[in-house]
């Protein structure tokens, strides 16, 4: 696999390198074609700072004697090229001159230009016919392309003859979502996958000229059609509107708004879809032909001329609720965004679509409809991962098969509650779906228990996020509005929607009181909460030590110090050497699972071992895969679900501490730097309350109730007598629920000196021993075993004691690694030199492996 992944990338550099340097920019010209260099400038074409030469391919066909009349500008689509008129301009143009390009980005033109919009194009177009010395023309536009011919007569109504629309989209309010933001977002997504595409296919320029490249998603990207719509209503030359009756691509309802925005047009309608350039040629060339010969004749149309009743409909405002998607690739586009969006967060999706609803883009039924659409495909795309992947799909969650025969039980029993409570119940959706897949629950069934989930859950959401915009005024808000508030109230829907259903119950009102309490204890914060305001001090330490890499030189036998990935194995082995200290361990190598068991029966009974033992991978770090293991049948399924290098451990009984230890090279003596209780969380039975509701009610376990009733789920309707004392944690690991206490009345001589001693044995200089001792009193007596060593980025445990504060616990981690800087330097003095940053880099992927 690694040889295929750098085969793979190889490839994929040698791809980009022709690109840049050894492919040709332009496609290969066709017989009659020419090119014109033309000037393309940055930014929409409203700056000249950074103007770029580039070339302008087209094709001239008929006469230019002009006796035909005005020449004729055909202006293709996106994606697309001037092949697409090739059986129309023939026909048009054999007595008048007919003028065919690639627009910048597309065919033969140059391709790596600074923009792509109507206002891109219609610069280089003017600069085309000044180069061919043409003052007028009637001008062409097929759907993309009518957008440019829009902006081509808004910004230069003196150089167009006549305007002509075919299947051309327009005003903005009919194209797509109705909305340039929403369009927009659309469009990046579009580019995105493109870019992806092109970058990840080793394709040589092959796909750049294509016509799915990165011009047409460009040309999409790059444009603004909020002008057209004045650009349009002010033309008052001849216009003709041709559009297919089932365009599926640009809606009918295009051509009607842009034939009643502009009086004078005359609209011809077409039997079938977009592609009538295609579908009936000589039929649209009959039209264009006629409508030319009317309008060099002086026939056709124009706004002085309209009808009373045409220039009055014409005044009239468009109305914003006939805005949004339409028929055909509108509403294809919007279930695809909500279905996209729904996959990421179906909350936020539901309470986007009500934005949508209150901005007058949809209508509220339309609206719920797509969202129990994506809801509901979802949620089957959940199921069938379950169905198709089942156990592997499981051990990625991190479910064993064992957490899920509670639950085959229930969707035997009652599996329509368990569907519905699927939805509602904040966290439970994405197992309890996977696993219905898993167990075959009959799709029938679990396809009519998520169609009555979806139509409770999306028309509440969608409803009241709709209300709220009503409340808002957001049908009226301005781009710049309804991002913020928009946005504003689509987080506020959302964490409203997981919040609402848990405050029903009692449960569900103490678990969101424990994420308050959470949120107020900076202990319970996320590293990078905790680590972020930090930075400045770290890179004020960079630079007074002139290096980054400088800590990674602590504890010389641990590669990068313990930065990431330090072997238990391996420092276990150097413990060994110091048997007062050390703990017996066998290391489970990467086999068969029989020759693993087996290894772990020699091991206990070498040792003289029973149950239980303790499990943990070789690499690891803040308690993750390390388990207590009470039996023969848990420590089968443990193996079975770890196949990595394994530590077979003999549980030690006693109490668990952190010693923190440094010691700069040179100094007679290292510093215990932190001493720290681990001090279990438990509850006490009363004899009424089961395990569940005593973790919930103590003011102490509350924080991390939802850690603890996990860790607890097999046993949580047990009711402990009264008095009784029950540990809810096993693992002396803070992200699982220990406490970790401040512990300085421990620290004694003796155990100074021990550490010390063990530490110079081991030549390491830095970091957290995690030890356990029979009692206090044995620990004051240097009196432990080792469990393991935490390195580099081990912390001194302390520093989480519930009575310190954010700012007192950042100044001890900061101390911390000014003296991890500290030592490094001493080692950087004595002639060692840090780990090269591909080494480094390869010891980090390894250990997130």
């Not at 519905?420 to 994405?430: D, I, M, N, T």
């Not at 308050?516 to 590293?527: A, K, M, N, Q, T």
């Not at 302390?798 to 991890?820: K, V």
Request: hydrophobic residues 45%; proline residues 6%.
């Amino acid at each position: 696999m690694r040889w295929l992944l750098v085969v793979y990338f190889l490839t994929i550099l040698a791809s980009r390198l022709w690109i840049a340097f050894g492919a040709d920019e332009f496609a290969p010209l066709a017989p009659g074609m020419e090119r014109i260099a033309v000037v393309a400038y940055d930014g929409a074409g409203t700056t000249k700072s950074s103007a770029m030469s580039v070339e302008l391919a087209f094709q001239t066909l008929g006469s230019d004697t002009g006796a035909g009349g005005d020449p004729v500008l055909l202006l293709h689509g996106s994606p697309g090229s001037l092949q697409d008129f090739e059986r129309l301009a023939s026909q048009v143009g054999p007595d008048r001159q007919v003028i065919v390009p690639d627009m910048l980005g597309f065919g033969a033109s140059s391709r790596d230009v600074p923009d792509h919009s109507f206002v891109a194009q219609v610069d280089a177009l003017i600069q085309l016919l000044d180069g061919l010395g043409l003052p007028r023309a009637h001008v062409v536009g097929f759907s993309w392309g009518g957008g440019v011919a829009a902006e081509l007569v808004g910004r230069y109504p003196d150089r167009v003859s006549s305007l002509v629309m075919v299947s051309a989209i327009g005003v903005q309010e009919l194209e797509l979502l109705g909305r340039y933001e929403l369009n927009h977002l659309v469009h990046y997504f579009q580019h995105a996958i493109v870019l992806a595409v092109d970058w990840g296919i080793p394709h040589f320029g092959a796909l750049s000229r294509g016509p799915l490249g990165k011009g047409f998603t460009r040309s999409f990207l790059d444009s603004d059609q909020r002008p057209l719509r004045q650009f349009l209503s002010a033309w008052t030359g001849p216009t003709l509107i041709v559009h297919g009756r089932d365009d599926f691509l640009v809606p009918p309802a295009a051509a009607r708004e842009h034939h009643r925005i502009v009086p004078q047009s005359e609209l011809v309608w077409i039997d079938g879809g977009h592609l009538v350039l295609w579908k009936a040629p000589t039929e649209v060339a009959g039209h264009l032909s006629r409508w030319f010969l009317s309008t060099d004749r002086g026939e056709s149309t124009e706004h002085k001329d309209a009808s009373a009743k045409r220039l009055k409909e014409a005044r009239l405002p468009f109305d914003l609720r006939d805005a949004g998607p339409q028929d055909g690739l509108g509403w294809v586009v919007f279930l695809l965004l909500v279905f996209a969006a729904s996959m990421v967060s179906e909350d936020l999706t539901c309470a986007g679509v009500g934005l949508i609803v209150a901005t007058g883009q949809v209508e509220f039924f339309t609206g719920v409809g797509a969202a129990i659409f994506a809801l509901m495909l979802g949620d089957l795309v959940l199921y069938g991962g379950g169905r198709a992947l089942g156990p592997p799909l499981m051990r990625r969650l991190g479910r064993g098969s064992f957490k899920i025969g509670p639950l085959e039980e229930r969707l035997h029993r009652s599996g329509g509650a368990v569907v519905l409570l699927g939805r509602f119940v904040p966290g439970a959706r994405l197992p309890t779906y996977v696993a219905a897949g898993i167990l075959s629950y009959p799709i029938w069934r679990f396809t009519f228990w998520l169609i009555i989930a979806a139509g409770l859950w999306a028309p509440f959401l969608v409803g009241l996020t709709a209300l709220a915009g009503d409340a808002l005024s957001m049908e009226d808000a301005s781009p710049r509005s309804l991002l913020i508030s928009g946005g504003l109230l689509i987080l506020g829907m959302a964490l409203l929607a997981r919040v609402v259903p848990q405050l029903l119950t009692w449960k569900g009102r103490r678990l969101v009181l424990a994420r308050l309490r959470r949120l107020g204890r900076w202990e319970f914060w996320p590293i990078w909460a905790i680590y972020g305001p930090l930075a400045p001090g770290f890179l004020a330490l960079m630079v007074r030590y002139g290096s980054v890499r400088l800590p990674t030189l602590v504890n010389a036998p641990i590669p990068g110090g313990g930065l990431a990935g330090e072997s238990k194995a391996e420092i276990g082995a150097e413990l060994d050497l110091v048997s007062e200290h050390a703990i017996a361990t066998v290391v489970l190598e990467v086999g068969e699972q029989q020759a693993r068991l087996a290894s772990v029966e020699k091991f206990m009974s070498t040792a003289s071992l029973g149950y239980p033992i303790v499990l943990k991978p070789d690499v690891g770090e803040r308690g993750r895969g390390v388990s207590i293991v009470p039996d023969a049948e848990a420590l089968e399924r443990y193996l079975a679900e770890n196949e990595g290098l394994t530590l077979a451990q003999a549980y030690v009984p006693g109490e668990e501490f952190g010693l923190f230890y440094v010691r700069v090279p040179g100094e007679e003596q290292g510093e215990l730097f932190s001493v720290a209780r681990k001090t279990p969380r438990h509850v006490v039975g009363n004899g009424e309350d089961n395990l569940e509701r005593l973790i919930l009610l103590d003011p102490i376990c509350l924080p991390m109730a939802k850690t603890l009733l996990k860790l607890n789920d097999s046993r949580l309707e047990w009711i402990p007598s009264q008095g009784e004392h029950v540990p809810v944690t096993e693992l002396a690991t803070h992200s699982l629920g220990c406490r970790f206490l401040v512990g300085e009345d421990l620290r004694t001589p003796a155990l100074e000196t021990a550490v010390d001693r063990l530490s110079l044995r081991l030549a390491l200089d830095f970091g957290r021993y995690d030890v356990r001792s029979p009692d206090e009193s044995a620990l004051r007596r240097g009196e432990f075993q080792v469990v393991e060593f935490n390195g580099l980025t081990g912390e001194a445990a302390h520093m989480y004691d519930p009575r310190y504060g954010p700012i007192r616990g950042r100044r001890i981690l900061f101390e911390q690694w000014r003296r991890a800087f500290e030592v490094g330097a001493g080692h950087r003095t004595a002639g060692r030199k840090p780990l090269a940053w591909s080494k480094l880099a390869r010891l980090v992927w390894t250990s997130r492996g």
